[in-house]
Each structure stands twice: as C-alpha cells, then as structure tokens.
C-alpha cells in the first residue's frame, strides 16, 4: 500500500500530539501524583507510536515506545519523579526534531544517544538550571551529537535501582568540552538547497545515459528536488551537455564536486547558492493541508447550488429583459457571494492555540533558567485566525513572551496572553504585570545610542518613545541578557506585525507592567486598501498602513533643513513625495497636496500623493518570479476593468531610500 | 583483496585487452564469458566485484544478461561496453541498473577512472 | 524534430521549443509595475494571473528599437515569464537531437544549442540562462 498519502496527516497529527505532550508534562509537573495527567502522556506517546509504526518511521515508533513505557512504569507507581521530567521533555523535543527530519524527507537522526541515558535521579539544582538551559538553546539533534561525543563515559544503562547520581553525559560535556559541541554542531548543520550546474566535455558518446549517471550521484548526495534536463528527458534520449539540478543536502560543496568530477566525461562544475530556499524548505513546503469541518463544507456546497440557480434565474432575466427581475436577481447573487467569501474565510481560520501550545513549555524552562515564578495566563486561545498570520505569528509571540519574563517580570509575576475579536481585526496582547518601562529613559536612551537629538527626543510622546524599542539594535536593559535582548528581537516582532498588514502597539509605564498589543487582520488574502494615484499610475496601499489621509492646503507645506515638513497639531510632520519614491516624475501640487499618514520606523511621516481614488477591498493576488524581487511590492489586486494595480508598502519603499539614513 | 573482476564480451581481442589493463591495474580477472548466457551462469557461481559487459553478443544479450543479473543481485555492479553510436542501448542499460558505461574505442586510463569510481577504490 | 517557434533578437535568429510556450499573446494592455525598470516593461493580466514582461533584446544586450507587437508567454515551468522579442517569425519543425554547441559564451548570451534551418543557423534559446540572469539583475 502506497502510504505517502497518508505522510502529511501523520505529520500535521504528531506535531499536535506532541504539543500535548509538552503541555502535559509542563502541568505535571506541578502536580506530579495527578493520574490523569500520566494517563493522557500515555495515551499520546502510545498514538505516536501506532502512527509511525504504521508509516513505517522506525526510530520515531522506536522512540514513542521507549517513552510509553517508561509512562507506563509511571502509571504503575502513580507517580513521575521530578527528576525525571528533563529526560521526558528532552525526549519530546527529540520526536520533534524526529518529526522535523521526516517532513524534510531525511532519514530519521540518530537516537541511540538518548536509548542510552537515564533519567537523573538527584540532579543538584544548578546542574538541573543547567539542562534546562541546554534543552532550551540547543536543537535536540545536536544535544544528540553532543551526548554521543561523551560515550567514553562510562554509561548506565536504564535501572531505576541504580541512582545515577552524575550529571548526565549531555551537560557535562556541552560545559567542559563546549569546542568540541561546536565542531559537531557544523557537522551536522541545516540541509542548504542550491543549484548545481554541471558541464559535460564536447561530443561525450551516450551523453543522456552520462547525464543519468550524474542524476544518481546528485541523488545519492541528497535530495535531487529537480533537474533539467529530468530523468524522464534523459531517459527518452534528450540532448545532453549542461544540466541544471537543484539539490537539498547537507554534505559539503566539496564532496559533492568531487564525486560528480570522478564521473567521466564531466569537465565542469558549479553551484549557485539558493535565494529561494525559505520558500522551499523546511516546514513551510509543500501542498498544506487544513481541516475542515464537514458542516462547512456542506454549507460551501449549499451556497455553490444556490449560486447556480441564481445563474439561470439571471440567463431568464436577461432574456426576457426583465430588469427588476434583473436587479433583484443581482442582489441576491452578490449577498450569497458575500456569504461565501465569508465561509471560505471561516475554513482558513484556526484558533490560536494551535501555537499557544508550546508557551507553558517556554515559561517553564525559562523560569527555572532565571529563576522568576512566573505563571502563564492563556486567555482567548479559541480565537480563530487565518492560518497564514498564524503562522507568521509564531516566533513573534515566543518572543514576546520571553521579554515579558527577561524583561517585565522581577522575581514572580503573571505574563497574560489574551486574544480577542475587534470587528475585522484580531487583537493579541502579551502582559506583564513587571516593572514596566519609562519613556523618559528611552528617550535618553535614544540620545545616548546617537539616535536622534535631544531636542527630537523631548518632542517624543510617550507612546512614540516607547516604540522606540522595535528600532534595530535598541536595548533596554544596561546588560543584555542571553535569552533576549529586549530590542534586539523586537524589530523582528514588529516587522513581522507589518509584513501581516497588521500594527503594534506598546503600553507601559514605570510600575505598571507592560503591553505589548498586536493587532492583525483575520485574513490576509482579502485586505482593505486605499487606492491612490501617482503620476498617473494607479495605487494600492494597504489600509492598516494607512493612518490617516489629509487635504493639506499646499502653503502649509514648509522646508526645515532642506526637507519638506508640515504641522499636525503639535507634532511636525515630515513629507515625502511617493512619486520620488518610485522614481515617477512629480505632478507640481495644486493649491491642495494630497497626503496619505503612515509610519516609517515608528514615526509618523506624510506622503504625497496626486489624488486619492478610494477606499475598497481587494483580494490579494500574490506576485511570481521576477516581480516578488522588487522591494516595497506586497501583492497585487485587479479591478474590475481588468487594470492591475500594485500594492506598495509605504514603509519599505521609503526605507529603501534611506531616507532616515542621516537623521 | 584484489578487486575480481569478470570481463564479458565475445571478441577476444577485446576481452584480452580489457584484461591485461585490470591485471596492470592489479585487479584479479576471475572469469572470461564470451556471450550473456555464459556470463550468467558465471556470475551466479562467482559473484565477482565488478562485470564488464559487452552490448552486442549471441544467444543473449548483454542487455538481457545484465538484467538477469541484477535481478538476482541488486547489488551487482555491472560497467557496459559499447561501441559508439549506440546511445539508446547504453540508455537501456543504464536504466537497467549498470553503474556506469564505457565507450569504445576506450583508453586504459579512461576503463580504470570508471571503474575505481564506481568500486570506491582509490 | 520539435516544434520550434523561430523569432530574432536584434539581427539574430532564435528558435524556443513550443514545449516550454504556453501562449503566444497579442497587444495585451501593459500594466505599470512601480519600481520597475529597464527590462521588466511592465505586467500583463494573464487569465487572472499578474505575470512580468521581459524585454529579452535588454536583457540579452541586443541593440535596436524593433519590438514584436506579439508576446511570449513562456509554460509556468518557466516561471510563466512574458518575453518580448525582436520580430516573431513562424513555427517550424528542427532537428534538435544534433544540436551543436554554442560558440564559447561571451557576457550575456542565453544559447542552449546552434541547429541548422534550411541555409541558416537558430540559436536555441536557453530559458534557464534567462531566468538565471533576470535572477541576477534583481540580487543586489
């Protein structure tokens, strides 16, 4: 039985298994007695191993069993020794990465290390701090790497009457011998995809048969994702002289080389570094699968069927030339469109803790590392969002709640994660009930990192010298701690809130805690914009880019150093020309200059337009090769007269200007 | 251990070519066929390292005979031996499963690259 | 022998395999693309699809003003791109398993092969090559 099918179900179903598992283990840890809780671990780590028993994944059953036995030794005893929790989570986090090598198509890494260990009996405190260090910072394929360079430690095999009262292999040789982790981590780094091009010599007899023969090297040195000319070509004869193959691998350049120039007849070879892999690799590839629930999509079929006597109903009216009938019939039709767009959307969303799941595991270890008592309130994790910003959201949300307890939180304190519906948006909001931050000192802060002058500093509202630390390389905290910078990452949250058309906001005062809120849109692929036009050429620019439009009488437009400014209330505003932008002639502004409000790097700044032609919605239509290239291009959307009009992204394209370069 | 090789091809002249270059090169020529039918049977009895295999030969072909082989012995490691001008023989071949072809008229040079590359001797 | 549309860039002669074209389109309205310049001339709205137009006499160094009113919408293999060319001749059957080699390539040239058509040579244009170095115009 072909059970590739089957492949993308096993793995979306592991993944959420083992979220479970974290969680789980995260709460029995606070109760260790609790029945319950030892029986769900064993129900999940049992599921795990049926699945990859059944696809044949034989290190990931062989894992899962070792794990459901040792669960089920614990249902016995009705107990989980605290000590053993590290062993269990370093165990989960070697069936991820288990999981991650399988959804790469790799052959499943080792996990003979980890057979091999016990669970620490009595670990001293700071060495169990160490391991959860350890479990935290590095990939669990490396710890694996790393417990195999301490095999010559003598090693125990698994006997709970035999106290291991050493600190486990993994953690003494990561700390004493950390040069030598370092040389494995390289050995096994991250597969990299890239082209290959490889030249046969002039005239070479069977050339196709030649080009097969470097297919099956390229396949044997690792993934050989596609090639021109392909197997099938080559099979049927095709001309042969250069061929173009794209590859996944982790073995060096070098041995490839070598082993593709050892091949007769081949002269040359040459490798062109891969742009696109983010796009193709890792988690993100492939055919998606979402689930659906099969009373929507039965609402999708009822809805389609009615669309389809609507048509007839329109063919009569428009034969007939009855235009109320006519009119009405349209009515109908564009209300039950309405209705379908809002279905489709309802089956892209996902709620939230489809990610919120690994948080506690993170505020464990995290604790434990700065020793914080730090409890982790979840509220609103049923929300529903487009799978899309879910994912995007991800690593920002981990990094949110790492700063509020780096940052927020002193000795205990509650982080609150809260999620909810405002109309068309999503607001997520990460809280600390911590020391909070003081605009005054960012704004010295500012001065001192030679930011801006002290004057700019002082005309910064608070909110705007909050926002200060989502600049690049801003940080709070005198020393910067390892687990986060605060700043070094925010950039990173922020830009990705961006990317999603969504917008970021930071609430705090000194004694207050802090709020990170985060509003996105429920979906991006239909998303609200201001049409503009500009020399001419009509504009797309997203709505939640778009803070405010303004008919600025053109007199009170003023220079200031040479740049163009305007006065909004108490603030000076500076003007930029999108035309400028984009490299467009200016169209001289009439009496009255057409000015869109956004933000760029956290201040607000006017950008000048011709006209504005409106506000709609548009659907998003995502730009291929080379167009994804241009920078400050975030999609594109037609209209109804059949006219494409881009959708620019203010920020990006003046930052590609550097216009603040020197302010 | 010296690589054993088997040299299969029904001219002489080309087998004892082929075979003075292994015996230079320090390989060990175990057996000689000179058609696909005896290299067959041959092969099932020796299990050599490497068989280089002539295309065009009576009663069976090497094409035939390598296919037989290979599906007794996947593992099998079977270098063809073609004329010029036979592409789409070397093609089928190779789909069959040979590791890799040599072309007449061939340099010594040429027959030890091709075969330490595919044996994995230096 | 392959079907091979035959059109020139500047004064050459160059042939692509109908396999790789998905359509051959006429005066489709050219949508402005901000940012673009030089060979990107624009986007086409292609069955719903916003595809790039590629002025390949640019992008290849060809000089000349001569532009077909037809364009070239390459099969999604090859990133569906939109080619703009010289003048767009006729579709003619050539004999591609004896292609020979292009001469040595100089600079930005995109030839896969040279076959012969009745007196004349056709370059084969390398569709890959193309890619390849519209992918390096847009690095920096």
Known sequence: MDMSQYRDLFLSETREHINNLNQLVVTLEQEPGNRETIDALFREAHSIKGMAATMGFDRTAELSHHLEDMLDGFRATGEVPASTVDYLLAGIDLLDGLLDDLQSNKPERSIDAFMVETPNEEPAREESVLTAEILEEIPAEELVAVAVEGESEEITPADESAPEPEVAPVVKVETEESNKAETKKKSVKEPDVFKVLVKLAENTPAAAARGILVLRELEKSGELMSSKPDMAALRGGAPCQKIQAWLRTSLAKMHIEEALLRISGVVKVRFIDDRRKDESSGRDEGGRTIRVRTDLLDQFVNLTGELITNRYMLHTATNGRDWDKLTQTLSQTSRLIDDLHHQVLQARLMPLENITGRLPRIIRDLSRKTNKEVTLRLTGAEVGIDRVVLEALTDPLVHLVRNAVDHGIEKEGVVTLSARREKDLVLIEVADDGKGMDPEQLRQQAVDRDLMTPSQAASLSDRDALMLVCRPGFSTTEEVTETSGRGVGMDVVKAAVSNLGGSLDIISAPGEGSRFQMRLPLSIAIIKILLVSCAGHPLAIPLTRVQRTLDLPTCDIQLSGQKRVFRLGEEVVSLYSLAEALGLPEVAAGETTWVVLTEVQGRRVGLQVDHFLGQREAFVKALGFPLNLLVGLNGATVEGNGQVVFIVDPQALLENRQLFKND | MALRVMVVDDALFMRSMLKDIFVRAGYEVVAEAENGEIALELYQEIKPDLVTMDIVMPKKSGIEALQEIMASDPDACVVMVSALGQDSLVLEAVESGAKDFIVKPFKENNVLEIVRRITGQA | ?140
């Open chain 3, 1 to 140: 022998m392959a079907l091979t549309l035959i059109f020139t860039l500047g004064e050459e002669l160059y042939g692509l395999e109908i396999d790789a074209i998905q359509e051959v389109i006429e005066d489709p309205p050219l949508h402005y693309v901000p940012r673009a310049e030089g060979v990107l001339s624009g986007a086409i709205n292609f069955h719903g699809q916003i595809l790039a137009v590629i002025d390949l006499p640019s992008l290849l160094g060809f000089p000349g003003e001569e532009r077909d009113h037809r364009q070239v919408v390459l099969t999604p293999q090859f990133k569906s791109l939109v080619l703009t060319v010289s003048a767009i001749q006729r579709i003619v059957k050539l004999d591609l398993t004896t292609l020979q080699p292009p001469p040595e390539q100089a600079g930005k040239s995109a030839i896969r092969g040279v076959a012969g058509l009745d007196e004349m040579m056709v370059n084969l244009l390398d569709t890959d090559e193309v890619i390849n170095q519209l992918e390096n115009s847009y690095a920096e």
